[in-house]
Nanobody, 127 residues
Framework: QVQLVESGGGLVQAGGSLRLSCAIS????????MGWFRQAPGKEREFVAA????????YYDDSVKGRFTISRDNDKNTAYLQMTSLKPGDTAVYSC????????????????????WGQGTQVTVSS
């Protein structure tokens, strides 16, 4: 059974930074493409960023491009989302997701492509 646990959320002022972590357990972390999604109150869950199994490819939603950075440390079985220049519109519950794959370079942007999900961590950006 694969488990994903997010951490690092909190309350921050606009313009501030946070780093989210996603620890995966139960299977070989390097066998998964990873993604981050977010869901604001009253809205559907939306894609934020994705990173390939080998960590060499990344992809971002336009709304966070240039401000957020996704990364992974396969030795620590952890994925990260570094968020800078945060805006009130970034307020949401952020969840990480894992998709099993054998192709190192693939990226997954659609939520239904993912096999496992974390519980989420709240990020609140005040103006």
């Amino acid at each position: 059974q694969v488990q994903l646990v997010e951490s690092g959320g909190g309350l921050v002022q606009a313009g501030g930074s946070l780093r989210l972590s996603c620890a995966i357990s139960g299977r070989t972390f390097s066998g998964y493409g990873m993604g981050w999604f977010r869901q604001a109150p009253g809205k559907e869950r939306e894609f934020v960023a994705a990173i390939s199994l080998d960590g060499r490819s990344t992809y971002y939603d336009d709304s966070v491009k240039g401000r957020f950075t996704i990364s992974r440390d396969n030795d620590k079985n952890t994925a990260y989302l570094q968020m800078t220049s945060l805006k009130p519109g970034d307020t949401a519950v952020y969840s990480c997701a894992a998709r099993k794959t054998i192709i190192p370079s693939l990226l997954f942007q659609i939520r239904t492509e993912y096999d496992y999900w974390g519980q989420g961590t709240q990020v609140t950006v005040s103006s």
